[in-house]
């Protein structure tokens, strides 16, 4: 585990730039910024950055991510796997919600019970408990998940911030629990006393709340008292306030906000791979891209990788070779298995396609990754219709199986640290029929070879399964690998927090460690 220096948590974007406010450790309260409104309080209905972050700070989870892709103890203090089909789980006996009520294996079972119900509706079902259906039941201290299908990554995706565990007065009242204002639904550290949609947020740190992990390094210093959280896309502002000292954290992907903070000796900087970017044709009926794997031929022949790079991120993103970076195990290698820029080529198919995409305004750089995008398409002969939306509404609206999409590029955040969860993105069953899959394509070749990396129970056979799934993609031409996006924190001296190979957790901010 990383620890970053940091000022952490919220920001109030009118705030004064004129003699800085009082630091965190002074007052406990940290400022920040999320980059959209929380699509909903109900981890898992949670769509987009800023909705995760949030559920990762109102809800405990089982198990939680630790250095190397190692798991460590959350709400479940012993857990094994029988099998890939067969889980235990025995739920510590300290642990409470935010009204009092004991977190018992009862409630946890009830809450992921909520998660893998049909009727929910959650695009994270899958990513959790694979694509079959899970049997969740109590016993005593005990939770048991049994899986129709076998699935050996269920351990990782009960440490997500999604799979959060809501509690019994969440649950009772599903309108409530969605818009955060049910202060008993919440399991974690820290609860909502002020939601102002497209303003602002406060969150108050639960009075005590000792139900911290212990990771391999253990946390250092106090939890803040108070998260204040601003909402904003604009960077140049952000990275104003911060230089003022009105905002103790900044996520920035804007590499020209990042250089700013090069001469300032008390700010610290990290970079993460926070997603990755690929093209994700919608394959429904009826929409211009089913059935023409020509089209999408044509659309991966018009996209330079390396300019679209250019755009998004100042060249400074890793130029990918299919959904994941290049640092995760089973990724493919072979650039030949990839379209080669043509844009003659794609310009004999493109001509005078009706092509609407979706575009996302969450920062500078998805807007301009969209605007290329878009360009590219034009100047091959397309007919391209651009409809650009903030990042809740962007995500919430291609999970819709209905929606008017014929092609995006997703910044997806594979949060579990498994190819398999950006897989199902363009692979299995659609967002509408109860999966993952965005593109609804039908491809029986990739989904038996996603299947069996699903049920394998080493790490060989699960790459071998994988690398043939990946290899169908292509030769389907279902996705267009485009780039990482890399995320940089900029924190000053007064907190850390932790951070896990490329994932930040915000529920580690700890003001006055060293």
């Not at 209905?45 to 939680?64: E, I, P, V, W």
């Not at 204002?181 to 108050?204: I, K, N, R």
């Amino acid at each position: 585990m990383r620890r970053i220096p940091a000022l952490a948590a919220v920001a109030i974007l009118t705030a004064a730039c004129g003699t800085a406010t009082a630091g965190p450790a002074e007052t406990g309260t940290l400022r920040t910024v999320f980059n959209a409104d929380p699509s909903s309080f109900d981890p898992a209905l949670t769509q987009g950055q800023q909705s995760f972050q949030a559920a990762s700070l109102l809800y405990d989870t089982l198990l939680r991510r630790d250095d190397g892709g190692t798991l460590v103890h959350g709400l479940a203090s012993e857990w094994t796997a029988e099998s890939p089909s067969a889980y235990t789980f025995t739920v510590r006996d300290d642990a409470t919600c935010a009204d009092g009520t004991p977190i018992t294996a009862a409630v946890v079972a009830a809450s992921l019970s909520h998660l893998a119900d049909p009727k929910v509706g959650s695009t994270w079902k899958n990513l959790v408990f694979g694509q079959g259906d899970p049997t969740i039941t109590a016993e005593g201290a005990t939770v048991r998940i049994a899986l129709s299908e076998p699935f050996t990554t269920l351990p990782q995706g009960l440490a997500i911030p999604q799979s959060g565990i809501v509690c019994p007065a969440g649950l009772a009242d599903p309108d409530g629990l969605a818009a955060g204002s049910v202060p008993g639904a919440f399991s974690g550290p820290y609860t909502v006393t002020d939601a102002q949609q497209g303003l602002s947020y406060t969150f108050e740190l639960r009075a005590g709340y000792d139900a911290w992990p212990e990771f391999a390094t253990p946390l250092t210093g106090t939890p803040p008292k108070r998260l204040e959280i601003g909402i904003t896309t604009d960077q140049s502002t952000m990275a104003n306030q911060i230089l003022a000292g009105d905002l103790d954290l900044g996520q920035f992907a804007d590499p020209d906000a990042v250089q700013r903070f090069t001469a300032q000796p008390d700010l610290h900087q990290y970079t993460v791979t926070n997603a990755t970017a690929y093209v994700v044709f919608n394959q429904r009926p009826g929409r211009v891209f089913a059935d023409r794997q020509d089209l999408r031929q044509a659309v991966a022949k018009a996209i330079d990788q390396n300019a679209f790079n250019a755009i998004f991120s100042r060249g400074t993103g890793d130029v990918l070779r299919s959904v994941v970076p290049s640092s995760f195990a089973c990724v493919n290698t072979d650039t030949g298995l990839l379209e080669r820029h043509d844009p003659d080529a794609a310009a004999k198919e493109l001509g005078g396609a009706r092509i609407t995409m979706f575009g996302n305004t969450a920062n500078r750089q998805f807007s301009g990754g969209a605007d290329y995008v878009y360009q590219v398409l034009a100047d091959a002969g397309a007919d391209v219709t651009m409809n650009k939306v903030d990042n809740a509404t962007f995500w919430s609206t291609i999970a819709e199986g209905n929606a008017d999409w014929d092609l995006v590029f997703l910044g997806d955040l594979n949060s579990v640290g498994s190819i398999s969860a950006s897989l199902d993105r363009v692979l299995g069953p659609a967002v509408e029929d109860g999966g993952r899959n965005y593109s609804a394509s039908d491809n029986p070749e990739g989904e038996a070879a996603f299947a069996d990396g699903l049920a394998a129970a080493d790490e060989r056979s699960r790459c071998a399964a994988f690398e043939r799934a990946q290899r169908s993609l292509f030769e389907r031409d279902d996705i267009v690998p485009l780039a990482g996006s890399p995320l940089t924190y900029v924190t000053g001296p007064d907190v850390t927090v932790s951070v896990f190979d490329d994932y930040v957790d915000l529920a580690t901010l700890r003001i006055g460690a060293s």
